[in-house]
């Protein structure tokens, strides 16, 4: 496919900027003027826009920022924080040759506050319970609500993650994420999912909201749902042993190069959230270390570093509480 690029010299003033969201995909799509245009104009794999000595290449998939109307311009060098951008993400792109544009085929994320207001305007019941509450601060939700709009006012492409509760993945607590999709034709909103195995609530990452992760059926559970599991006396070394036998028959694990305390002091950590990160708390270094050591794999020369520097706190950590995992058929400790 070819290549479009231009150096946009437009300003706020002069960019066809899109409306607020009608929240009816379909309709809103098809009145839009710029499906004209789109529809003219000869698909792209890519489209580089260049706004205020910075170039973004826009990709069908990216992930986009959208200045609201009615929000000033930041000025050059302090662009406005991601949370009050609008979102978007980019289906397809067209080039109109003879106007000289770029149109961009967009499905909108919508943000909670989006989703409280659609609700009430449109008297929807979109999961039963408290669903308001299952939303976090830097969290979105991905529709089918489509839009065609100037590739021109897209700010920047920004990373936007999928969170996916089957999976560790490495992330900052400012990430943007989203983990529910919202069908505007059916009015369904999915994806939600009990987290918790014993009480069904979602979390959110408040610091009440607490969980444990099990790393053999890979499921967080609330911290105050496993009171009745927990293991009082030296549960953190019985556990330290534990993690440490690995697999039946497959030997002690090559501590060559490996400071000792520190993997003790590992094994020693439960997997917990929030703590530094709001999604996936400590899981992502622990949980690197248990399953490299249950593996018989050679750690890296980070992880073994990262090891070492957890040494000091050999003594705290036999004073952790464990719990054994509720789940049937799983008992291990967490």
Same mark, same amino acid.
């Given at each position: 496919?070819?290549?479009?690029?231009?150096?946009?010299?437009?300003?706020? =003033?002069?960019?066809?900027?899109?409306?607020?969201?009608?929240?009816?995909?379909?309709?809103?799509?098809?009145?839009?003027?710029?499906?004209?245009?789109?529809?003219?104009?000869?698909?792209?794999?890519?489209?580089?826009?260049?706004?205020?000595?910075?170039?973004?290449?826009?990709?069908? %998939?990216?992930?986009?920022? #959208?200045?609201?109307? %009615?929000?000033?311009?930041?000025?050059?060098?302090?662009?406005?924080?991601?949370?009050?951008?609008?979102?978007?993400?980019?289906?397809?792109?067209?080039?109109?040759?003879?106007?000289?544009? =770029? @149109?961009?085929?967009?499905?909108?994320?919508?943000?909670?506050?989006?989703? #409280?207001?659609?609700?009430?305007?449109?008297?929807?019941?979109?999961?039963?319970?408290?669903?308001?509450?299952?939303?976090?601060?830097?969290?979105?939700?991905?529709?089918?609500?489509?839009?065609?709009?100037?590739?021109?006012?897209?700010? *920047?492409?920004?990373?936007?993650?999928?969170?996916?509760?089957?999976?560790?993945? *490495?992330?900052?607590? *400012?990430?943007?994420?989203?983990?529910?999709?919202?069908?505007?034709?059916?009015?369904?909103?999915?994806?939600?999912?009990?987290? &918790?195995?014993?009480?069904?609530?979602?979390? #959110?990452?408040?610091?009440?909201?607490?969980?444990?992760?099990?790393?053999?059926?890979?499921?967080? @559970?609330?911290?105050?749902?496993?009171?009745? =599991?927990?293991?009082?006396?030296?549960?953190?070394?019985? $556990?330290?042993?534990?993690?440490?036998? %690995?697999?039946?028959?497959?030997?002690?694990?090559?501590?060559?190069?490996? *400071?000792?305390?520190?993997?003790?002091?590992?094994?020693?950590?439960? @997997?917990?959230?929030?703590?530094?990160?709001? @999604?996936?708390?400590?899981?992502?270094?622990?949980?690197?270390?248990?399953?490299?050591?249950?593996?018989?794999?050679?750690?890296?020369? $980070?992880?073994?570093?990262?090891?070492?520097?957890? $040494?000091?706190?050999?003594?705290?950590?036999?004073?952790?509480?464990?719990?054994? &995992?509720?789940?049937?058929?799983?008992?291990?400790?967490?």
């Amino acid at each position: 496919m070819p290549r479009a690029s231009r150096n946009t010299k437009r300003t706020h =003033a002069t960019r066809s900027r899109p409306v607020k969201p009608a929240r009816n995909a379909n309709v809103n799509a098809r009145k839009n003027p710029l499906k004209a245009k789109f529809d003219a104009g000869s698909p792209v794999d890519e489209y580089e826009r260049c706004h205020n000595g910075h170039s973004s290449v826009i990709t069908p %998939g990216a992930f986009v920022l #959208i200045q609201p109307a %009615g929000l000033q311009v930041a000025p050059e060098g302090e662009p406005h924080p991601h949370h009050i951008m609008w979102k978007a993400v980019v289906q397809e792109i067209h080039v109109d040759e003879k106007d000289d544009v =770029a @149109i961009l085929l967009i499905h909108w994320f919508y943000s909670r506050d989006d989703m #409280i207001e659609l609700a009430a305007r449109e008297n929807l019941q979109l999961r039963s319970g408290s669903w308001e509450e299952s939303f976090s601060k830097m969290e979105i939700i991905l529709t089918d609500d489509e839009e065609y709009i100037e590739a021109d006012t897209v700010e *920047d492409v920004v990373n936007i993650f999928h969170w996916n509760e089957d999976k560790i993945k *490495d992330v900052e607590p *400012d990430d943007i994420y989203y983990r529910y999709t919202y069908n505007v034709l059916t009015q369904r909103l999915n994806g939600f999912k009990s987290t &918790c195995s014993q009480c069904r609530k979602i979390y #959110i990452g408040k610091k009440e909201d607490e969980q444990r992760f099990c790393d053999q059926c890979d499921r967080w @559970i609330h911290t105050k749902c496993l009171q009745n =599991a927990k293991v009082r006396r030296g549960s953190a070394e019985h $556990a330290c042993k534990i993690f440490l036998k %690995g697999k039946q028959d497959s030997g002690d694990y090559n501590m060559d190069g490996v *400071d000792r305390d520190g993997l003790y002091a590992t094994l020693m950590t439960p @997997i917990v959230r929030p703590k530094t990160c709001r @999604i996936q708390g400590n899981a992502t270094s622990v949980l690197a270390v248990r399953r490299t050591v249950e593996r018989r794999e050679r750690m890296t020369k $980070a992880m073994r570093t990262w090891v070492k520097d957890m $040494a000091p706190k050999l003594e705290r950590r036999r004073d952790e509480t464990f719990y054994v &995992c509720p789940i049937d058929g799983c008992r291990s400790p967490m």
